[in-house]
């Protein structure tokens, strides 16, 4: 499988701060997957966002960036110093951000990319509706995007994002702000669009992609302390429980057990001590 | 819409000229047309809170007219003596030039004024950016537009906050003063990193970039703006000849 994204020896440091925010990452991002970022607050996972999206090179000149990045075959020394839309399209954790208050409806709020990119009018709607019914907003076409609840506001960013038919989707918290229903019908989505596009999310909980994600890579302090397939994070998932509550991780692993193979749900209970 | 935003733009300088270009007495009765367009239908408040603070700008409006008057009057001698309390002695002369002097400054403002609570600001933008308006400056505009809708519910938001830390915010105006500086920082910081953050979400789908006019329909421009537009030029032109 070829590879969307990589990174060799990536490390950032902010201006004014003493440890990088990532420190020597080198990834490799396979093309048509959905990768998962994971790591608990402030371990430079939407650092890593924002170098791929060329945020980083654009808005922080004053960081100490080394190392390089490659995106869709082009290599970038160190990183992009500009904003790679349409090729990466960047969802950022606040939703209600990326609705740009310029239009009444939630379908024209859609067409505002269309228009940035300047694809005529009269193609908007064969490029929309698709994707509107595909992430279940086409009842919201002419709702006032201003005024969506968190989850509608979440996938009618998404769709802000994906009509500009983008290579590579970053998703910053997507499951942050929706509820159990919406989880699921999200993740389905992703699983959908990976057919033509890699998608790289960031998140901080595990069960939140533990049933998306095809790739895993999970930053510790900056560092990259996993990476792999979904099957090779599954075995070694126990090595990484900061990355739930504890109260939930229990209820993470059984629900792991009716996804996964006999033998492992056999291995973590041992792992874990549980006797039941 | 897009058509009566042109009318509007044009009466906006239309109404610039003549505050510039013509005298008192005849800027006087374009005050009260102005004052009583805000009734019609393409001049009615977009919202009740435009509404409420149109009526309040009025009334400053006039504390305008009586302050500019009264002090002119008091110091500039010569004409008439129109009241006299004591001492103090007001002057036709001075009255005359307060009142020119406010008329000028309140056509300019009511005209603008009216112009903005009567047109929905990302309406403006979508019009001046089919007439080629730049992205990063229609993004400008969006943003302070944010600023503005938001700016209610979030000094709301702060002071109740600030309530819920025991600080008296609500009461008599010395208490309301000192909520003040609790409500500066967080504002002016909340305010400036939000901006920063709908910029960016704005770049990031390429509203930076866009064509400026490329892909957008260009409305068809009014012969009523047409026609106010060459008044104003005739105004321009009577008044230098003068």
Redesign the interface.
């Known amino acids: 499988m070829s590879c969307a994204i990589s990174t060799n020896q990536l490390s950032v440091t902010y201006a004014g701060q003493a440890s990088p925010a990532l420190h020597s990452v080198s990834v490799r991002i396979p093309e048509g997957t959905i990768c998962a970022i994971l790591g608990v607050t402030g371990t430079g996972k939407t650092t890593l966002l924002h170098a791929l999206a060329g945020v980083l090179g654009a808005h922080q000149s004053g960081a100490s960036v080394e190392g390089s990045i490659s995106i869709g075959g082009v290599d970038y020394q160190p990183v992009p110093n500009t904003i790679l839309f349409p090729t990466v399209a960047f969802v950022l954790d606040d939703p209600t951000l990326q609705i740009s208050g310029m239009r009444d409806t939630a379908f024209d709020e859609v067409a505002f990319t269309l228009d940035n990119l300047g694809i005529p009018r009269e193609r908007h709607a064969e490029r929309i509706r698709p994707f509107l019914q595909s992430l279940g907003i086409a009842h919201l076409s002419d709702r006032n995007p201003t005024q969506l609840s968190g989850g509608e506001a979440q996938r009618v960013a998404i769709a802000t994002m994906l009509v500009a038919e983008p290579r590579i989707l970053l998703l910053d918290e997507p499951f942050s702000a929706l509820d159990a229903e919406n989880q699921h019908k999200l993740s389905l989505l992703l699983k959908d669009l990976r057919k033509t596009t890699t998608i790289v999310l960031a998140e901080s909980r595990v069960d939140n992609v533990l049933t998306t994600a095809d790739h895993v890579i999970v930053l510790e302090r900056g560092r990259v302390a996993f990476e792999g397939s979904h099957h090779a994070f599954i075995h070694r998932i126990v090595e990484f429980d900061s990355l739930l509550p504890s109260q939930v991780w229990k209820e993470t692993m059984e629900r792991l057990a009716t996804m996964t193979d006999q033998p492992v749900w056999k291995r973590i209970r041992k792992v874990m001590g549980w006797t039941t | 819409m897009q058509r009566s935003i042109a009318a509007k733009l044009s009466l906006l300088l239309f109404f610039w000229v003549c505050a510039f270009a013509l005298e008192w007495n005849l800027i006087l009765p374009l005050i009260g047309i102005l004052v009583v367009a805000r009734w019609t239908i393409p001049f009615r408040p977009v919202t009740d809170r435009l509404a409420r603070a149109w009526n309040k700008f009025l009334l400053y409006l006039l504390l305008l007219f009586i302050a500019l008057m009264a002090v002119n009057a008091l110091f500039i001698k010569g004409g008439a003596v129109l009241l006299e309390f004591g001492p103090l002695r007001f002057h036709s002369e001075g009255a005359i030039f307060g009142l020119a002097t406010a008329a000028r400054v309140g056509l300019l403002s009511l005209a603008t004024l009216l112009m903005f609570i009567s047109t929905p600001l990302?309406n403006l933008?979508?019009f001046l950016q089919a007439w080629g308006l730049s992205?990063s400056i229609a993004m400008v505009i969006?943003q302070a537009?944010?600023f503005v809708?938001k700016l209610p519910s979030r000094i709301d938001q702060i002071l109740l906050a600030q309530e819920a830390r025991g600080a008296n915010v609500r009461g008599n105006v010395l208490a309301r003063a000192r909520s003040l500086t609790a409500l500066l920082a967080p504002l002016v910081l909340s305010s400036i990193l939000?901006s920063l953050?709908?910029g960016?979400?704005?770049?990031?789908?390429?509203?930076?970039?866009?064509?400026p006019g490329?892909?957008?329909?260009r409305p068809a421009i009014p012969i009523e703006a047409y026609v106010l537009v060459l008044l104003a030029i005739i105004i321009l032109l009577l008044r230098f000849a003068s």
Not at chain 2, 200 to 211: N, P, S
Not at chain 2, 214 to 217: G, L, P, S
């Open positions: 990302k933008v979508k992205p969006l537009l944010f809708q939000e953050q709908r960016l979400a704005l770049e990031l789908r390429g509203a930076l970039h866009a064509v490329a892909d957008r329909e």
